[in-house]
């Protein structure tokens, strides 16, 4: 449910109106208070009062998650002293300067400290959700909100943010060439060598290249290309399971396995269940 200091009809920054049926006293029921993102000019230093008055109602136990500018208002509440804990990467600075008693660190998606969770833009704060979610009541019903949402079903909260960084051009200088080569032989044992070696560069300057141009380093995003593969290939195909692993570069149906359930909580067969075939969510209208 969601609630309001007064009560009153909350306006967004985008012009519209949310009619809010109930005030900070609901939070004393609590298990989860998130707060969501606001615009930056109404960013302060200090909470007014009816917010100082609102959070004492949450009980101890509650868990909160901020969605961007919402991990202000946690760090105004003293909520993230010495703690770790992120924000939209445009605000870093500010933030800092406010509160630098925070440990933050603004080029992940969101950062999990036990009872309190931040995240950094609104989409990440779908990433976070979606954590919570897989957390508390498993990996096969975060996917399946997942998939309801047409949002991807997993990212890890240490993956890079976007910034305003140019993406790189195509070029025979970049990676994007081998990354295309990568894709069509995930079957392979492809290493980093393999990688430079295709892009006519050394593997220190390969790897630095493309972590770049993608965000992230090139054994990482092998990794998370074969996992979508077998995420296609388990909704799509009824292949073994060892097939598939084979297919997709991983060397047995145990390091698939591993590899899929640290990326969305379930094994190969659960997923299967899930998404393949007669597991696949019905359509709706």
Request: glycine share 8%.
């Amino acid at each position: 449910m969601t609630c309001a200091v007064d009560e009153q009809p909350v306006r967004t920054s985008s012009d519209f109106l949310i009619t809010v049926k109930h005030g900070p006293e609901v939070l004393e029921a609590a298990d989860i208070v998130v707060l969501p993102p606001f615009a930056a000019a109404s960013l302060t230093r200090d909470l007014p009062e009816p917010v100082i008055a609102a959070l004492e109602y949450v009980r101890p136990g509650a868990r909160f998650v901020s969605i961007c500018t919402g991990a202000f208002v946690l760090a105004a509440a003293g909520l993230l002293d010495g703690r770790p804990a992120t924000t939209h990467w445009v605000l870093a600075d500010l933030f800092r300067e406010w509160f630098p008693q925070v440990r933050l660190n603004p080029g992940v998606l969101f950062v999990d400290d036990g009872d309190v969770l931040t995240s950094a833009g609104a989409a990440s704060g779908v990433d976070a959700c979606l954590h919570l979610l897989r957390k508390d009541h498993g990996g096969e019903l975060a996917n399946r909100v997942a998939r309801v949402c047409v949002v991807p079903p997993w990212r890890d909260g240490g993956e890079a943010q976007y910034s305003e960084l140019p993406i790189p051009p195509a070029s025979k200088t970049g990676t994007s060439a081998t990354r295309q080569w990568a894709l069509q032989n995930l079957h392979e044992p492809l290493s980093l060598a393999d990688l430079a070696r295709r892009a006519q560069m050394s593997a220190r300057t390969f790897a630095r290249r493309f972590h770049d141009e993608v965000g992230t380093s090139p054994g990482r995003w092998l990794i998370q290309q074969r996992v979508s593969r077998a995420c296609h290939l388990l909704e799509s195909s009824d292949l073994p399971v060892a097939d598939i692993a084979r297919q997709v570069g991983f060397a047995t149906s145990a390091s698939l396995r591993k590899h899929l359930y640290a990326a969305v909580g379930v094994t190969p067969l659960a997923y299967r269940r899930a998404f393949g075939g007669a597991g696949r969510l019905p359509v709706t209208r």
